[in-house]
């Protein structure tokens, strides 16, 4: 899907029970992914990483957020937020 998959630390923050990490991805669509076919685009994203520590500071849980809308939007796949935002006005249940 994204072979040449690389990470950007751009902060790292850390306390006694939690590290935070500001990272910025970037990447090639090469393959197949969430049934999309391969756009061969070049994306780059951002996303933040949290590491929840024991006493011990063994990482015992850990979240991870990102935008898949940004992402899939970057490589063309869905209409930007204000289309979306047109077409959905005319939407009735």
């Known amino acids: ?3 040449d998959l690389k990470y950007e ?6 306390e006694e029970e939690k590290v ?12 197949e992914a969430w049934g999309f076919k391969p756009t061969n685009k070049a994306v780059e994203f951002e996303g933040v ?6 006493s ?3 990482v015992i849980d850990q979240w991870d957020a ?3 809308y940004d992402l899939f939007f970057e490589l063309g796949l869905i209409p930007s937020l204000g289309e979306l ?6 939407f009735k249940k």
């Open 1 to 3: 899907m994204f072979p």
């Open 9 to 14: 630390i751009i902060e790292l923050t850390a």
């Open 20 to 31: 935070w990490i500001h990272y910025r991805g970037r990447t090639t669509h090469k393959g």
């Open 49 to 54: 990483n949290i590491l929840f520590l024991n």
């Open 56 to 58: 011990n500071g063994k």
């Open 66 to 68: 990102f935008s898949f």
């Open 85 to 90: 935002h047109e077409y959905l006005t005319g």
